[in-house]
């Protein structure tokens, strides 16, 4: 595996502290980036690297390679009468390198008549049969936390299909001329530590019996990052699918998988809006922060070991000393459309953070030649910020959850930026 994180970065211990959140015109030297060439060339670079080394692990290329795995794919069935006539339902598995790597399962709805469509693509907790009450839809078969319904004995059962339509409304996304993809997330990687599988197996583990001196890999691709390439490697056969364009991808996600959405769209130019649902620390939350009703650094990389790289738990005691934060990789999307979501009872996700994380990545979109985040204060509950600049805002009344009134708030921000 090869990375542009190069592991020369300082070690969090020999990083000085910055309490206020960075700069993201500032590089790592102290040089203030005066134009978008300095930016595509050397900062956006360097950013990337920072997130690798720092937060959320190398970002895997096969082989050594500085290209991808070629994507192969097969349909697994094909409706052009699903949604009573309005749209096409398939499924598509795609094998993402060598035959024993993971493969993924592809749930794809397409407005009939309205094509090439946008189309919003993200990772689902709990499989594509969740989402439609169709027999031909797969079942995942990889290790499922049991918190899910139908699940037993950490696997999934079609005992469930159909349950969590209301996540991924397919007929409404489609009503509206929208194209939607989705697959579960555990088909890249399974959401538990500590048990190499999934993406995680393809790398050489250090401290078996040939390397049993060497230092730990601190900046392993974790959790987190593999959902993001997977979402890529989804993107791979979207832009060959006919039936949706290529110019207007959009990627979604809700919790942590709106974690993975923003680094996917951060990380990919051809994202071309990004919607980070509810995604809090380590998402859209910023580390730095006071709020004592909101997730940290330390409480998140204690309970969740596995979704950042190993030095991103260095951080916990001292978040000042990140040499990023979550409005850098914002920043990565300018000049991207990004729109993030909260709830007025999910204050662990940071509403008031989220809010202050688009508005300190204004300045890399206003070097860009766009508008970020017009507005200087947050909206009140149920009143979206959508229109006025690239970086949008919706925090609504209810609690922590994807729902179709948020789906109907994506659609419209869409609606002013991929049209």
């Given at each position: 595996m090869t990375s542009i994180a190069t592991g020369e970065n300082p070690s969090p211990a020999e990083l000085p502290a910055h309490p206020a959140l960075p700069d993201p015109l500032v590089m790592s030297d102290g040089t203030r980036v005066a134009s978008a060439e300095q930016w595509r060339e050397r900062r956006r670079p360097e950013l990337k690297a920072l997130f690798e080394q720092y937060v959320y692990g190398r970002y895997p290329q096969a082989d050594g390679s500085s290209k991808p795995p070629a994507v192969q794919s097969k349909v697994l069935f094909e409706d052009p009468q699903a949604f009573s006539g309005a749209g096409t339902l398939k499924e598509v598995e795609l094998t993402l390198g060598p035959p024993e790597w993971p493969k993924i399962y592809l749930l794809i709805a397409t407005p009939n008549g309205r094509t090439p469509a946008a189309c919003f693509v993200g990772m689902n907790f709990g499989g594509n049969h969740l989402l439609v009450?169709?027999?031909?839809?797969?079942?995942p078969e990889s290790w499922m936390p049991d918190r899910y319904t139908g699940v037993v004995d950490n696997r999934a059962t079609d005992a469930?299909?159909?349950?969590?339509?209301?996540a991924w409304p397919l007929a409404e996304i489609v009503a509206r001329g929208y194209a939607v993809a989705t697959f579960h997330c555990g088909d890249v990687q399974p959401d538990r530590p500590y048990i190499r599988e999934g993406m995680r197996a393809t790398l050489a583990e250090v401290g078996g019996d040939n390397v049993a001196s060497a230092e730990p890999d601190e900046a392993e691709t974790a959790t987190i990052m593999w959902w993001a390439w997977g979402i890529h490697r989804a993107i791979d056969?979207?832009?060959?699918?006919k039936a949706i364009d290529p110019q207007r991808i959009a990627v979604v996600g809700h919790s942590r998988l709106g974690?993975?959405?923003?680094l996917a769209g951060a990380f990919d130019e051809r994202v071309a809006l990004t919607v980070a649902n509810q995604a809090g620390c380590g998402g859209s939350g910023p580390s730095r922060h006071d709020d004592s009703r909101a997730e940290t650094v330390k409480i998140i990389t204690d309970k969740f070991p596995h979704w950042f790289g190993a030095n991103f738990t260095k951080f916990g005691?001292?978040?000042s000393k990140l040499p990023v934060d979550q409005n850098c990789l914002v920043a990565l999307c300018a000049?991207?459309?990004?729109?993030f979501t909260a709830a007025a009872e999910d204050r662990w996700a940071n509403p008031?953070?989220?809010f202050e994380v688009l508005q300190a990545a204004n300045p890399a979109y206003e070097l860009l030649g766009v508008a970020g985040l017009k507005a200087d204060a947050m909206p009140a509950a149920d009143a979206p910020l959508l229109g006025e600049g690239r970086l949008g805002y919706w925090f609504r009344a209810g609690e922590h959850s994807?729902?179709?009134?948020?789906w109907k708030v994506y659609m419209d921000f869409a609606d002013r930026w991929l049209r």
């Amino acid at each position: 595996m090869t990375s542009i994180a190069t592991g020369e970065n300082p070690s969090p211990a020999e990083l000085p502290a910055h309490p206020a959140l960075p700069d993201p015109l500032v590089m790592s030297d102290g040089t203030r980036v005066a134009s978008a060439e300095q930016w595509r060339e050397r900062r956006r670079p360097e950013l990337k690297a920072l997130f690798e080394q720092y937060v959320y692990g190398r970002y895997p290329q096969a082989d050594g390679s500085s290209k991808p795995p070629a994507v192969q794919s097969k349909v697994l069935f094909e409706d052009p009468q699903a949604f009573s006539g309005a749209g096409t339902l398939k499924e598509v598995e795609l094998t993402l390198g060598p035959p024993e790597w993971p493969k993924i399962y592809l749930l794809i709805a397409t407005p009939n008549g309205r094509t090439p469509a946008a189309c919003f693509v993200g990772m689902n907790f709990g499989g594509n049969h969740l989402l439609v009450d169709d027999e031909r839809v797969h079942v995942p078969e990889s290790w499922m936390p049991d918190r899910y319904t139908g699940v037993v004995d950490n696997r999934a059962t079609d005992a469930s299909r159909g349950v969590e339509a209301y996540a991924w409304p397919l007929a409404e996304i489609v009503a509206r001329g929208y194209a939607v993809a989705t697959f579960h997330c555990g088909d890249v990687q399974p959401d538990r530590p500590y048990i190499r599988e999934g993406m995680r197996a393809t790398l050489a583990e250090v401290g078996g019996d040939n390397v049993a001196s060497a230092e730990p890999d601190e900046a392993e691709t974790a959790t987190i990052m593999w959902w993001a390439w997977g979402i890529h490697r989804a993107i791979d056969y979207l832009v060959t699918n006919k039936a949706i364009d290529p110019q207007r991808i959009a990627v979604v996600g809700h919790s942590r998988l709106g974690k993975t959405a923003l680094l996917a769209g951060a990380f990919d130019e051809r994202v071309a809006l990004t919607v980070a649902n509810q995604a809090g620390c380590g998402g859209s939350g910023p580390s730095r922060h006071d709020d004592s009703r909101a997730e940290t650094v330390k409480i998140i990389t204690d309970k969740f070991p596995h979704w950042f790289g190993a030095n991103f738990t260095k951080f916990g005691d001292d978040p000042s000393k990140l040499p990023v934060d979550q409005n850098c990789l914002v920043a990565l999307c300018a000049p991207r459309a990004v729109l993030f979501t909260a709830a007025a009872e999910d204050r662990w996700a940071n509403p008031s953070g989220q809010f202050e994380v688009l508005q300190a990545a204004n300045p890399a979109y206003e070097l860009l030649g766009v508008a970020g985040l017009k507005a200087d204060a947050m909206p009140a509950a149920d009143a979206p910020l959508l229109g006025e600049g690239r970086l949008g805002y919706w925090f609504r009344a209810g609690e922590h959850s994807m729902t179709p009134a948020d789906w109907k708030v994506y659609m419209d921000f869409a609606d002013r930026w991929l049209r």
